[in-house]
C-alpha cells in the first residue's frame, strides 16, 4: 500500500442562465425543490445528510452525528472534522442550473463545458438515507452528436487541510481508491471512549470520452464510506468490505433505494396550497431537521444540524423545546430517538447534579450535551451552571409523546427513569424561604439570556412544577405510588414554590425583581404555548403586548413564531399574520438557510426552523397535544388555500388534518388493530373515526381523543 497525503489528491466552483430545467420544473412548482442560477456563499449553502452524516455542498468537511473531539468544557468538545471526499468540481465549466431536491434528499450542479459545444455536465451528491454510512457523488456527462472529438473531462478535488481533529494517516487501497484511519486527538472525558473513523473513498479524476454519431451520457460514481468505532466494532474491515459491496453494487439501484426511503420518510408532512414561498419554507425547514437525525442512530440534533459545527454540535434545549415537536407530531421514531439520547445519558446528568457544592441529587441535564453527557458548556459561559430550565424541558417533551403513543413499555422502561429523575433534581434545587414561606429557585439564567443568576424564573418554576406533577402523574400510572416522595407533594401544591406575579399590570413577572429590561428572546410567552399554562385571555394578551415590546429585536426568529401562536390563540389574525411573516425571515435564499439572527449567528439554524414548523402547525394549525387527544383549531395563513397536516401520528394511527378555509378535513389513513378506536369531538358533536373514510367539520375547535 501507498502511504499518500490528502493534499496530493487535491483545488474551485462556478456560476449562471435562466429558465428551469424541464425535469426539475413539477418538483419545483409543488414547493419541493428549490432551484437556482447560481450558488451562494458556502455560509448560506445548501447541504445533504442521513442523520448519521453530512455534508454542505462544496465545503471541505463532513461531520458524524456523534463523533466530537476536545475536552468537556475546556477545549470545549465539538463535532470532529472529517476532511471531504466529495468535495469536487468540474474545471472550466459554467454553472447554469443548481437544485436542492428535497423531496429525493439530493443536490444537482449542472454545468456546460466552455471548450466543447453541445455538453454539459450534471453532479449530483447524497447522503443515502437507507445505507446511513454512504455518501454518493456523481458526475453524468451528456454529449451531443458529432466528429470523433476527444472531450477533456478535468475534475478539482478539493478535501481542504488537513484535520486538526483527527490523527488521520491516508493509504491506497486499490485501483485509485484510499484509506483514511485515525482517532479523535482529546476524548470528551479522560476516561470516555477513544472514537475511531476510518473512510474509504475514491476521489474524483480526470477523464475523456469521445464523441459520437448519436447523442449519449457517461456517468462516473465516486462513493465514500464511513464506519466508526461506536457504530463497528472492527471500523477498518466493515469500512473496506461496505465499499467493495457498494462498488459491486447497480448506481441505478443505490439510487433508487435511497429515493425510497425519502418518499417513506416523507409521508408525512405539512402542505400549503396556493402560496409556493411558504410551502417551500416548510419543506425546506423539514428537511434540513430530518437531514439531521435518523430512526437507527441514537444520536440528537443540535442548533446549526448536522451539516455544521454551530455551537459545537451540541445539544440544547433547542431540541426539545424547538425542533422536537414536529417530530413528535409526524416523525414518533425520531422524536423516540431524540428522547433516548437523553435517557442513555443519565449518568452524566447524575454526574453533573453531584458536582455542585450543594451535591443536587437525580439528573440534571447539562445545558450542552455531547458525547457523554456530561456538561460541555464553554467554561466562559455562566449558562452551563445555572440554565437548568432544559431538564423541565426536556420532561415536558416526554410528557408531549407519551400523550401521543400512550406507549406503557417505554414509559416505564424509557420514561421513567428520566421523568423520575429530573423531578428529584427539582426537588433538591429548592430552597425554602422562610419569610415568604414559599420555596424559591435561586441564581437561575431563564431562557431569557440577558437575565443572569436571577431567582425564581416564573418559567423555570413552572416547567419544575410541571415535571414533579407530571412524574406524580407517571408513578401513579406505573404502579408507584409508594415511591412518591413527600417532597414532590409539597412543591406542586398551589403556592408552594414562589410565583411572581405582577397584580397591578395583571402579567406573570420573568423573575423576581425584573423591571421591564431589554429581554433576548420568548421567556414569560413560553407559558402560553408550549406549556399551555392555564391563564385568562387578558392575562395572556397582556404578556404577550407587555413582553413583545421588550423584546430585542436582533434576537432569534423563534419568539416571532411564538408571538404568532399566540396571536392566532386569542383570535387577532392580522397581528399573527405580521409576525408570522418574521418567523422566516431568517431564511436565506436560495436553498432556504437559516441564519439565528437577522444579521448572522449560527447557520444552518435548525432551531429556527422548528420554531417557524410551530407556528405553522400550533399556530395556523391550531394544534395541542393534551391528556385527551389532539385538539385543533384552524386558520389558513395568509395568502394560502388550503393547510394539510400530513401523517400525523396518534395512538398508533396515522391521520391528515387539512383545512380549507371553509372545511376541517380529517382522514383516517391507517388504523392498525392494535389502536384504539378514535372519536372526533367538536361543536357538532363526537362522531367515531373510520379509516380512509374522510370527516368533515365545520371551522372551530375539535379533539381527536379515544
Not at 466528429?147 to 488537513?162: A, H, L, M, R, Y
Not at 428520566?418 to 425554602?432: H, P
Amino acid at each position: 500500500m501507498r502511504v499518500v497525503s490528502l493534499l496530493v489528491l487535491s483545488v474551485m466552483v462556478s456560476t449562471c442562465f435562466a429558465q428551469p430545467p424541464s425535469d426539475w420544473v413539477n418538483a419545483i412548482n409543488s414547493g419541493n425543490m428549490l432551484y437556482s442560477t447560481y450558488e451562494p456563499d458556502q455560509s448560506i449553502m445548501a447541504s445533504v445528510g442521513n442523520g448519521f452524516l453530512a455534508t454542505v455542498i462544496g465545503s471541505t468537511t463532513i461531520y458524524v452525528n456523534g463523533v466530537f473531539n476536545g475536552l468537556n468544557s475546556i477545549t470545549p468538545s465539538h463535532r470532529a472534522r472529517i476532511p471531504s471526499t466529495v468535495n469536487t468540481d468540474i474545471v472550466n465549466s459554467t454553472l447554469y442550473a443548481a437544485g436542492l431536491d428535497m423531496q429525493n434528499g439530493i443536490y444537482y450542479r449542472r454545468s456546460t463545458l466552455n471548450d466543447y459545444e453541445g455538453v454539459t455536465v450534471e453532479q449530483s451528491w447524497y447522503a443515502h438515507r437507507e445505507i446511513r454510512t454512504l455518501l454518493v457523488n456523481q458526475i453524468k456527462v451528456n454529449v451531443s452528436a458529432g466528429s470523433n472529438e476527444v472531450i477533456q473531462i478535468d475534475t478539482i478535488f478539493n478535501p481542504g487541510p488537513e484535520s486538526t481533529d483527527f490523527n488521520f494517516t491516508i493509504t491506497e487501497l486499490h485501483e485509485g481508491s484510499f484509506i483514511m484511519e485515525g482517532k479523535i486527538v482529546q476524548t470528551e472525558e479522560p476516561d470516555s471512549e477513544d472514537v475511531v473513523v476510518v473512510v474509504v473513498f475514491l476521489p474524483a479524476f480526470n477523464f475523456t470520452l469521445a464523441r459520437r454519431n448519436e447523442p449519449f451520457t457517461s456517468e462516473l460514481n465516486f462513493y465514500t464510506i464511513i464506519r466508526t468505532s461506536l457504530d463497528s466494532y472492527d471500523p477498518y474491515f466493515d469500512a473496506v468490505e461496505d465499499y467493495f459491496n457498494i462498488m459491486d453494487s447497480s448506481p441505478a439501484q443505490l439510487l433508487s433505494s435511497h429515493v425510497a426511503a425519502w418518499q417513506e420518510i416523507w409521508e408525512s408532512g405539512i402542505e400549503i396550497g396556493g402560496n409556493l414561498p411558504l410551502a417551500q419554507a416548510v419543506n425546506s425547514s423539514l428537511y434540513y431537521i430530518l437531514s439531521s437525525i435518523r430512526n437507527d442512530w441514537e444520536y440528537s440534533l443540535s442548533p446549526g444540524g448536522l451539516a455544521s459545527d454551530g455551537y459545537n454540535g451540541h445539544a440544547f434545549w433547542d431540541v426539545e423545546t424547538w425542533m422536537y415537536p414536529s417530530l413528535a407530531l409526524l416523525y414518533q421514531d425520531l422524536a423516540d430517538i431524540a428522547i433516548t439520547y437523553r435517557y442513555n445519558r443519565i449518568p452524566g446528568a447524575e454526574a453533573k447534579a453531584k458536582s455542585y457544592d450543594k451535591g443536587y441529587e437525580g439528573t440534571m441535564y447539562p445545558w450542552e450535551s455531547a458525547f457523554t453527557g456530561q456538561e460541555v458548556c464553554p467554561s466562559w459561559s455562566a449558562t452551563g451552571a445555572i440554565e437548568i430550565h432544559i431538564s423541565g424541558d426536556i420532561s415536558f417533551a416526554l410528557r408531549q409523546y407519551w400523550y401521543l403513543t400512550q406507549n406503557q413499555t417505554w414509559l416505564e422502561n424509557i420514561g421513567w427513569p428520566v421523568i423520575e429523575g429530573i423531578a428529584t433534581f427539582y426537588s433538591s434545587r429548592v430552597t425554602f424561604n422562610s419569610t415568604t414561606q414559599q420555596y424559591d429557585i435561586v441564581g437561575v439564567i431563564p431562557p431569557d439570556e440577558y437575565a443572569v443568576n436571577v431567582t425564581n424564573s416564573y418559567y423555570t418554576n413552572v416547567v419544575a412544577i410541571y415535571s414533579i406533577e407530571f412524574a406524580i402523574e407517571v408513578a401513579n400510572i406505573l404502579g408507584y405510588q409508594n415511591q412518591i416522595p413527600s417532597i414532590w407533594k409539597t412543591l406542586v401544591a398551589p403556592g408552594a414554590v414562589a410565583l411572581p406575579f405582577d397584580e397591578k399590570l395583571q402579567i406573570h413577572l420573568e423573575y423576581d425583581g425584573y423591571n421591564g429590561s431589554l429581554i433576548k428572546q420568548a421567556d414569560i410567552v413560553l407559558l402560553a404555548y408550549p406549556l399551555m399554562y392555564p391563564m385568562n385571555a387578558t392575562v395572556m394578551k397582556n404578556d404577550l403586548v407587555y413582553y413583545s415590546n421588550r423584546t430585542d429585536s436582533g434576537g432569534p426568529a423563534m419568539t416571532y413564531g411564538i408571538h404568532s401562536i399566540i396571536w392566532l390563540q386569542l383570535g387577532y389574525i392580522e397581528n399573527a399574520n405580521d409576525l408570522f411573516n418574521k418567523s422566516y425571515a431568517n431564511i436565506h435564499a436560495p436553498f432556504n438557510v437559516w441564519m439565528e439572527t437577522p444579521t448572522g449567528g449560527a447557520v444552518n439554524f435548525i432551531t429556527g426552523a422548528g420554531g417557524f414548523l410551530q407556528a405553522v402547525f400550533a399556530g395556523y394549525g391550531g394544534i395541542r397535544i393534551t391528556p385527551n387527544g389532539i385538539t385543533g383549531n384552524p386558520n389558513l395563513p395568509k395568502g394560502s388555500s388550503f393547510l394539510k397536516l400530513r401523517g400525523v401520528e396518534f395512538l398508533g394511527s396515522t391521520i391528515d388534518i387539512s383545512f380549507d378555509g371553509k372545511t376541517i378535513s380529517i382522514l383516517l389513513q391507517n388504523a392498525p388493530s392494535s389502536a384504539p378506536t378514535l372519536f372526533v369531538t367538536s361543536s357538532q358533536g363526537t362522531v367515531k373515526l373510520f379509516a380512509q373514510k374522510q370527516l368533515s367539520l365545520s371551522p372551530g375547535l375539535f379533539n381527536i381523543h379515544q
